[in-house]
């Protein structure tokens, strides 16, 4: 069996953000890859969420929930120093040659991006269905209401020859 990570336990006021909605939490301990929160309603299992304390961004992915809490396994190491505020943030150079304030902070934005553009593109495929769908049912009422009025005319004319 695989041994767990040590956790540290804390109390760490938060926010997150599962899907267009914030809430409070509380971040109760803290291990190299994961967090525990405590909050009122913790999301579903399998759900990505945004944890945020002060400058520090956390995107995280939903591993158990339990009552009032909940575990979430982060991909990036969780820096407990910078959660707690205890570590002032120096920019630092990443191997890509970037002045970053966190490695996990541009790992974060870009997640949120492609999450953006993930939730756009799939509001413009809806849309296209959507409108497709709605042609053809109005070209298929326009053929229905074609044959049920011509009937009548169709055999006034046959009578009238």
């Given at each position: ?31 190299n890859h994961g967090i525990m929160l405590e909050m ?111 009937r009548p005319f169709t055999a006034m004319r046959e009578?009238?020859?």
């Open positions: 069996m695989k041994s767990r990570e040590p956790r540290q336990t804390v109390i760490i006021p938060a926010q997150m953000r599962g899907g267009s909605a914030w809430s409070d939490v509380c971040i109760r301990n803290v291990s009122s309603k913790p999301p579903a299992p399998g759900c990505y969420v945004e944890l945020r304390r002060a400058n520090v961004v956390v995107v995280a992915r939903v591993m158990w929930t339990e009552a009032d809490r909940c575990g979430l396994r982060t991909q990036a190491k969780v820096d407990l120093g910078a959660l707690s505020g205890r570590k002032e943030q120096v920019p630092r150079a990443s191997g890509l040659g970037h002045a970053l304030a966190q490695p996990s902070q541009l790992r974060s934005d870009r997640l949120i991006r492609a999450a953006e553009r993930a939730r756009h593109v799939g509001r413009g495929l809806q849309f296209a269905c959507g409108t497709i769908f709605g042609g053809a049912l109005v070209i298929l009422l326009s053929m229905v209401t074609y044959e049920a009025m011509a009578a009238l020859r």
